[in-house]
């Protein structure tokens, strides 16, 4: 029901128009604007008045002048799905980018998604093996959680992500996941790696992209990941698929946010973002999981690049309060040439507990994890104090816990780019590293794993 | 003007009316689907509203209905075990209604109008009735006998009241004058229910968590506030005072915080046995509800919902306790609202009145002598999210400056794994000296001393960490040495304490005591034994203090801890001759 068409703008500022004296529009309704070349902009009503009306535009409001004439079309943002989208490229507004045709709606959904109500979701407790074993061990991933990786700029976050979209699997099951992947102002070389690498492996014919690009317009990154986990939730919970929504990099997300927030002088939080970033974040955060009587889930795997390398800035800090852990990815280890540099021990999975063990990965797991977790964090501990005493000072248990911190960095982080161990695979080898230390240190060690899995005892 | 007047501006999730007849805190209907909203503002002819459902689509125009009510809470049987939203809809019944999605317009009863209860009238024909007197019992659950109260405000003379069963809108006491009471009333959320006085706390609430009970107690009817960055235990520390704390009941408020989390309540607690009780948790616990995700507006008010059912519980003379995580969440939401009124923000984009919200809502936890003449209480215990884990942002300010208890989490404690994260040094309680004799009374005469000891021993460990950090701990001498032995002791065995482990994430408050003082005997012996020629490397290393330690996690400990005790002074003896 597109209605009348306009002429009424009073104000530009930044992304934001401003009309008056228009018949009655609805708060978040669509609108399109047509510049006096004939070429259209798209955006989105934000404050609603019977005097004036403020709208976001998407495109960024270059050329945009009081001739222009703005429409509003009846409706709040939609994004057409059915199963059609499986396979397809779309821009960061939800149109077809890879020259096919329009999908075909089986249902128009909105797009903001309506919260899960908390009484009708269920626990995640399906146990994702990644094949990397740094996460499978440590900062075990669960089928429905939503883990960021909290990267900075010029890590390999994305190597890790692709490396996990291909690996990801439910152990004893070859189920595959629907990749959804959603772009936000990367570059386009970042984007052709992504996208390369998805058809290198076939994966593309299970993905949907919504690509939004450094070049493309800023604004429209605040509906990308919306539409993305639209399509995300249709695929799992009307269509059973399991999903995991890769999204990068949430940084420009968050910049795009700021950005309309400056222009409507709204008064900022921390470092000029806005107040209610938290609120906003969590809107999408929170679109994972799994509920009852549905088959399918949402995984989510959002990237995020701290700004300064500080876990402290509002976008990690933020997104840290609503994940449901975090992996974080390490300059320094990055800088020694250990891929994948992922630091385990800032790093966390608050859902391990619900699904590692003797029924889904293996009755050593939380010892052999505590322990690995525990060495390591000694060892790096005294790394700082041998440079300033010597390594002399040690006694013989801190030299072995010393020399363990290099054998975990070294033997048990770094893996290859298609390396892909199985959980079983990653514990033997924990036991095989940790067989430098004697066993009357590892205190963390249950005495009747150590009967079991230790190699000094086996065979 | 009339009780009828349309939307002139919407934005997000306030909206403005004009043309109707409001005053401040009226519950309005908002739009063609009746959305819920509360008027927080005037301004001559427009009325500002915050609504508690999401605004997309409605348009200015339709209509706005006052229903001249203010935002209440509904009180009475029915309300325990349920888990609701911020404005007190039943989740499970929007479940049956709009499915596992929230959507909007629905109106869902508080709990079942129609359910029979069984009354029990406890006054009689003639007697003379005070506001807030109980008349009638209910046993709601197997745990929890629900005292009906004439409503705060009536009063009179008993014309006829009957025992048997009713639901919960059916009269069950006329008065004199014509007023019938029945078992639900309500109760307008931002006002504090009326009590007699307040009493200064003097029992500890004890929740089983050996860190908060012996070193930083929180008093029935007390405050804590518990800061700490993402990730260090907030929500832990919460979720186990919910399950294991000697309250009677518990209000448990998820304000903006993760689905999952409320799931992961929702799962365990029908499962999980109040260890005071011996019946399911459940039995005693109300829920509310209102995560990130779902409208700021209602969680603005999840926290005054809580508070009040709070309130209601302890003027039957239970003790109460809630827990609101996080109340940072409450107080963003504010300020998303006050910054869509365009109110001159105060520190860092918070309105000016924030803190005097903060005070406001804590001073509704108290020990009271109920209208009743019971006595009752509501403990809160709220944690506090700070930007970054600094707490010099002014949510952690407000609330330092009301509350007793601190129980500072602690980013570094919980990268080591140690649990629960809450840093000893920083931490603290005031109410140790109205609490002491409560000790000395109930568990043992020089509880207060060992006290001191242990948070002793803790002081001197971290300043001597300080020149361990230069010279390396070999070159303490070894007196120095065995108290840093003890301290470890103290931290691993006492301070350390697994949430999730199914034995040691609830210590009896005997046990812990007797832990307290095993660790004093390990350093007295220890000491002797040192000063006989006995080599610390030795002491240290008996096996009996191992299985000491470690026997924490194995039922029974109470009843072998003091022949554990005896044996590792035994065998700590017996390393001088070793010598
Ligand atoms: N007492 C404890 N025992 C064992 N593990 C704990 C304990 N407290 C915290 N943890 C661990 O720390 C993790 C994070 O704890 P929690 O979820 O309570 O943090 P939080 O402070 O609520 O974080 P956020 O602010 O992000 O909600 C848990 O998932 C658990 O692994
Ligand atoms: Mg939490």
Redo the contacts with the bound molecule.
Sequence with gaps: MSGKEYRTITDVKGPLVFLNKTEPVAFGEIVTIRLSDGSIKNGQVLDTSDDLVIVQVFEGTAKINRESGVTFMGDVFKLPVSTELVGRILDGAGRPRDGGPAIVAEENADIIGAAINPYSRQSPHDFIQTGISAIDCCTTLVRGQKLPIFSASGLPHNDIALQIARQAKLKGSDEEFIVVFCAMGITAEEYNFFRSDLERTGALENAVLFVNLADDPAVERIITPRLALTAAEYLAFEKDYHVLVIYTDMTNYCDALRQIGAAREEVPGRRGYPGYMYTDLAMLYERAGIVKGKKGSITQFPILTMPGDDITHPIPDLS???TE?QIVISRELHQQGIYPPINVLPS?S?L??SCIGEKTTREDHKSVSDQMYAAYAQGRELRGLVAIVGEDALNERDKQLLDFSGIFEDKFLRQTRDEDRSIDETLDLCWNLMSSIDTKYLVRLDQKWIEKYHPDNKE | MSNEGVIYRISGPVVTATGMNAAMYDVVRVGHEGLMGEVIELHGEKAVIQVYEDTSGIRPGEPVLNTEETLSVSLGPGLLTQIYDGIQRPLATLEEVMGVFITRGVDADAFDLEKKWTFEAVVGKGDELASGQVIGHVQETETIVHKIMVPPGKSGKVKSIKSGDFNVTQTVCTLDDGTELQMMQKWPVRSPRPYRQKYAPDTPLVTGMRILDFLFPLAKGGAAGIP??????????QQ?LAKYSDAQLVVYIGCG??GN?MTEVLDEFPHLIDPNTGKPLMNRTVMIANTSNMPVAAREASVYTGITIAEYFRDMGYDVALMA??TSRWAEAMREISSRLEEMPGEEGYPAYLSSRIAEFYERAGRVETLNGDDGSVTVIG?V?PPGGDISEPVSQGTLRIVKVFWG?DAGL?RQRH???INWLNSYSLYPQSLDQWFRDNIAQDFPEIRTQVSGLLQIESELQEIVQLVGSDALPVDQQLTLEVARMIREFFLQ????HEVDAYCDINLQYKMAKAILSFQESAKSAMASGAQLNDVVNVQSRTDLMRGRFEKGYVDDIDDMVKKMTAEIAGTVEGN
Excluded at chain 2, 228 to 237: E, H, I, Y
Excluded at chain 2, 497 to 500: L, Y
Aim: charged letters at 15%; proline letters at 6%; zero cysteines.
């Design positions: 840290g309060y609503i852990g966390l608050r391990m507990g | 700490g960055p993402f990730g260090s235990g907030k929500t832990v520390t186990s915080e993760r989390e995580d996080s944690a999210s989490l919980a649990f629960p994260a304490q697994n949430g999730f």
